[in-house]
Nanobody
Framework: QVQLVESGGGLVQPGGSLRLSCAVS????????MGWYRQAPGKQRELVAD???????NYADSVKGRFTISRDNAKNTVYLQMNSPKPEDTAVYYC?????????WGQGTQVTVSS
């Protein structure tokens, strides 16, 4: 059974930093393209960043230069380093993995950016 478990969310001040982690189990992690999505209250879920099985990355314009997605295949984990977060980054952040056309999602972790 494939499981994705996010951690690292919480309250962070504007201009601070936070690192989200997503641990994947029950599958061959290295085969998966992985992504971080977020959903703010009253808004649709949107892509934040993704990383292919080969390590290529892609970012939403709103987070370019501030957030970094990475993966450690030895630890079956994908990360989202959030630097200089802004109040508008407040949302529930979800980890997603996709392989052979099938996607899997974590339960989400709340990130609140506020002073």
């Amino acid at each position: 059974q494939v499981q994705l478990v996010e951690s690292g969310g919480g309250l962070v001040q504007p201009g601070g930093s936070l690192r989200l982690s997503c641990a994947v189990s029950g599958t061959i992690f290295s085969l998966y393209d992985m992504g971080w999505y977020r959903q703010a209250p009253g808004k649709q879920r949107e892509l934040v960043a993704d990383i292919t099985s080969g390590g290529s990355t892609n970012y939403a314009d709103s987070v370019k230069g501030r957030f970094t997605i990475s993966r450690d295949n030895a630890k079956n984990t994908v990360y989202l380093q959030m630097n200089s977060p802004k109040p508008e980054d407040t949302a529930v952040y979800y980890c997603m993995g996709v392989v052979f056309g099938k996607d899997y999602w974590g339960q989400g972790t709340q990130v609140t950016v506020s002073s």
